[in-house]
């Protein structure tokens, strides 16, 4: 059985960092592209970041691009997303995904991060 | 504003059949075969109920179809349950700098 389990959420302040990471299971994790998507409160979905196979191509939505950066860990079968210069826009809950060419198939259960002072 | 465009909200009885569409442009969802739908219940993450227009994942229950004409996809659930109330949220993937866009959501109301 596929999981995605997110943890490292929580409430920060404005201009904080914070690191999400993503078990992943059930599956060969190396041979799957990874994203990162977002739902802010009572709104809907969006894409945040892609990453490849082996870690050398990273792509990201606008709004985010030099404050996080994706990554993983195929020895750890972890997916991560660092967090920089936090802005209180960014408060959502934060999923893990499994990437597809052309959709997601699985996703994680989610987790909330608040920024806020 | 969500690049593409959902009802807000559809409603019907338990067994009758209800649609949502999906509306873009020539440039997105006229122009590729990767539209895809996700349900999701309050609370929860989404889950795949159709992949590239069509195509059902395994352990989707067949009541749930898609199809698309011109610039614009649909979601066909038919003999509506009290179980498919929900969120449902229509999404494309393209080329560019943003290769995943997403409906706004349409909140569905089993009456």
Redesign the interface.
């Known amino acids: 059985e596929v999981q995605l389990v997110e943890s490292g959420g929580g409430l920060v302040q404005p201009g904080g960092s914070l690191r999400l990471s993503c078990a992943a299971s059930g599956f060969t994790f190396s041979s799957y592209w990874m994203s990162w998507f977002r739902q802010a409160p009572e709104k809907g979905l969006e894409w945040v970041a892609n990453i490849n196979l082996d870690d050398t191509e990273k792509y990201y939505v606008d709004s985010v691009r030099g404050r996080f950066t994706i990554s993983r860990d195929n020895a750890k079968n972890s997916l991560y997303l660092q967090m920089n210069s936090l802005r209180t826009e960014d408060t959502a809950v934060y999923y893990c995904a499994r990437k597809r060419p052309t959709y997601i198939d699985y996703w994680g259960q989610g987790i909330l991060v608040t920024v806020s002072s | 504003q ?1 690049a593409l465009t959902q009802p807000a909200s559809v409603s019907g009885s338990p067994g009758q059949s209800i649609t949502i569409s999906c509306t873009g442009t020539s440039s997105d969802v006229g122009g590729y075969n ?1 539209v ?1 739908w ?1 349900q ?1 219940h309050p609370g ?5 109920m159709i ?2 227009v069509t195509n059902r ?1 395994s352990g989707v229950s067949n009541r749930f179809s898609g199809s698309k004409s011109g610039n614009t996809a649909s979601l066909t659930i038919s003999g509506l349950q009290a179980e498919d109330e929900s969120d449902y ?1 229509c ?1 494309l ?1 393209r080329s560019g ?9 349409t909140k569905l109301t089993v009456l």
Do not use: N
């Not at chain 2, 700098?97 to 959501?105: A, L, Y």
């Open positions: 969500s990767s895809s996700y999701q929860k993450a989404p889950k795949l992949y590239e994942p949220y999404s993937y700098s943003t290769p995943v866009v997403f409906g706004g959501g």
